[in-house]
């Protein structure tokens, strides 16, 4: 299992676009890929789910990989929030 | 048989063509129980395949007619369908053996409510984004035809109870020549959208969809509100001549949209665009506006459960003032009472409404409010070119205290270690005759002044404007008012502060002449006269009109004023 913890800095919060762009990232890895933030913690591919938990700007979460190819997965997620200026 | 239907005019233009009616499909679902779920899940992993070309054909679409900003929503559209959670409940019910349909629709209203139910409004908002993909998953279920307006392939008017994002992204501009919709007003999607593809719209109508078939001829003209049924020949012909006049028009002023609006003597005065809220954007840039001289505050306290948060507000006005950059952006704080009230928020029930608690005085007595709106501009500031105008001052006192607040949230924010710019200007609405009296008293205290023609001619003349007995005192040109402007103009330049005008009557050809004269810096208008004013500014000298002012002032009656204004522009 993978960890790692992002503050986050897109100025809307984790709104539909930078969202999508995480979602669509994480969906082909066969790892299972969650985000956990105050204590609650969604499934990283659903859309839904992490929108219906209303991240904003600031918050601290923790994203986590679990499977054959979780390195991978948290490297494309690290790789998203750097290069679209949603965490760090 | 002949028939005319009227609804507003949101986007101006005449169109000539045939009804195409968008119907809203019936997605009623009845609970079922099932012996094979395995078939129900195949059906619904059959529905959400044949959902999800859809859906990709629309976000190609929308990228071609919108560009890819606007098809990223169809992309967010795509992950909610193929969303697993979504997934996941959906065929959970579906084993507990309940048919797909029920099971859609349940898990649809739980998603839906939880995105209702977030105290951020943008999240709310989502939740139409979830019906919308939810609806379509669902009309493939049942097999309901929704219309497919990507297919039209002649020229048509759309006729609808309401257009949703999806059903406008598909609308293929070759071919719809405008619409009509039952519901909604000036700033609804269907609104902005019909400016934004300078199509003609006309909405509110209500009984559209009841009484327009399917093929009908029509004609719509967006500038008043008419939609005419099965007009006769006589009225098409009226109609096409009307239309080329619009179009010819329309094209010629399109030079003026990357220029300033200088004086044929080559003098500059700016023109601004007045705006309701931040969907108004694109078209004041695409009119060319220099600035806006009038943002109304209150949409973002309109059509809501309850008052907007520091933080909403801040995000509006951020917007606008990035969008507008170095262009000057007047934000009018709130200015509700009178004939504009909120649902969350009872006034009291008064005599005369536009006489009593309105406006500044309203946010006087509920100060907590009106620091919160104040505290957003003022970190906004950092922004752009922010001017922030108070509503209704009638006397200094009224001034000193809204601006003695302003400061007061300042140094509170500047305490806060947060930042506020140093160059923002604080002005006020002249609009009450007690004001423009004393306009030398103000101008040594004010940034600024805009002038608020609807409510100063009203209160001028003491006559009710919606009163249709006495709305002939509603008079523009009138020597009481243009005496009146004329002190403001004065008084303001002698202290070297700029005057500025957002109501109707800087856009109006007949009273811009006079206001250059008397050396009015900015006006202010709805974006769709802009272009139009800025020819006619071409066309005048400014010293020509200095001219005639002494002699203007002297005048009796506005019909002689404005006969003159005729007889020499």
Not at chain 1, 46 to 51: A, R
Not at chain 2, 344 to 363: D, H, K, Q, V
Not at chain 2, 441 to 465: C, H, P, W
């Amino acid at each position: 299992m993978e960890k790692k913890t992002y503050t986050i800095t897109s100025s809307e919060g984790l709104h539909a676009r930078p969202c999508s762009m995480l979602v669509s990232a994480v969906t082909p890895f066969k790892s299972e890929v969650t985000i956990t933030y105050k204590e609650r913690t969604a499934n990283l591919k659903s859309i839904m789910g992490v929108m219906g938990m209303g991240i904003e700007s600031g918050a601290q979460v923790e994203i986590t990989a679990d499977g054959a190819d979780e390195s991978e997965a948290i490297a494309k997620v690290d790789e998203i929030m750097k290069k679209e200026s949603i965490g760090e | 048989m002949k028939q005319t239907i009227t609804g507003i005019g949101v986007s101006d233009g005449i169109a000539i063509a045939k009804a195409y009616r968008l119907e809203t499909p019936d997605l009623t679902v009845e609970k079922l129980t099932i012996e094979q779920p395995e078939l129900e899940i195949a059906r619904f992993e059959a529905a959400k395949a044949e959902a999800a070309v859809e859906l990709e054909a629309i976000r190609a679409k929308a990228a071609e007619n919108f560009g890819e900003d606007k098809a990223a929503i169809f992309s967010a559209h795509l992950l909610v369908l193929n969303d697993p959670e979504l997934e996941s409940s959906v065929k959970g019910s579906i084993e507990q053996g309940v048919n797909a349909e029920f099971a859609l629709q349940q898990a649809a209203d739980t998603f839906t409510a939880m995105f209702e139910a977030m105290d951020n409004e943008y999240m709310r908002e989502r939740a139409a984004d979830v019906r919308d993909v939810t609806k379509r998953l669902l009309a493939k279920l049942l097999g309901v035809h929704v219309s497919d307006p990507s297919t039209i392939n002649e020229e048509v008017i759309i006729i609808a109870d309401d257009l949703t994002p999806s059903a406008t992204a598909q609308l293929n501009k070759q071919f719809v020549k405008g619409f009509v919709t039952d519901i909604g007003g000036r700033t609804s999607h269907s609104a902005i959208l019909g400016r934004m593809l300078e199509i003609p719209a006309v909405v509110g109508t209500k009984t559209a969809m009841a009484s327009i078939e399917q093929g009908t001829a029509l004609i719509v003209d967006g500038t008043d509100g008419t939609v005419l049924l099965e007009p006769t020949d006589e009225d098409t012909r009226a109609y096409e001549t009307k239309k080329v006049t619009f179009e010819q028009d329309k094209e010629l002023l399109k030079r003026f949209v990357s220029e300033s609006t200088v004086t044929s003597d080559g003098h500059h005065v700016e023109v601004g665009a007045n705006i309701a809220s931040t969907e108004d954007l694109p078209l004041a840039d695409k009119n060319g506006a220099e600035g806006v001289g009038l943002f109304r505050t209150e949409f973002l306290y309109m059509g809501k459960s309850d008052f907007p948060t520091e933080e909403e507000q801040y995000d509006a006005y951020k917007t606008v003032l990035t969008s507008m950059g170095e262009r000057p952006t007047v934000v009018r704080t709130l200015d509700i009472g009178g004939d504009k009230e909120l649902s969350y928020f009872s006034t009291p029930e008064e005599m005369n409404p536009f006489l009593g608690e309105r406006a500044i005085r309203l946010c006087f007595e509920h100060p907590e409010m009106f620091r919160t709106q104040l505290r957003a501009l003022l970190r906004a500031s950092v922004h752009g070119n922010l001017k922030i105008m108070f509503p209704m001052i009638a006397t200094l006192e009224e001034f000193r205290r809204a601006k003695g607040m302003l400061l007061e949230e300042q140094e509170k924010l500047k305490a806060d270690g947060i930042e506020v710019s140093d160059t923002y200007e604080v002005g006020m609405m002249l609009e009450i005759p007690a004001a423009a009296v004393i306009a030398d008293l103000f101008a040594k205290e004010v940034d600024f002044f805009s002038i608020g023609t609807n409510d100063l001619i009203q209160y001028t003349m003491a006559a009710d404007r919606m009163n249709e007995t006495v709305s002939y005192l509603y008079q523009p040109n009138h020597p009481s008012v243009l005496r009146l402007i004329h002190n403001v103009i004065q008084a303001a330049h002698k202290e070297g502060k700029w005057v500025g005008m957002c109501g109707e009557v800087a856009g109006d050809p007949l009273s811009i002449p006079v206001l250059l004269g008397m050396g009015l810096d900015e006006f202010s208008m709805s974006p769709s006269s802009i272009l139009k004013a800025r020819a006619q500014f071409a066309d005048l000298s400014k010293a020509e009109w200095e001219g005639y002012i002494p002699e203007i002032l002297q005048m009796e009656t506005s019909e002689k004023i404005t006969e003159f204004v005729q007889a020499h522009s």
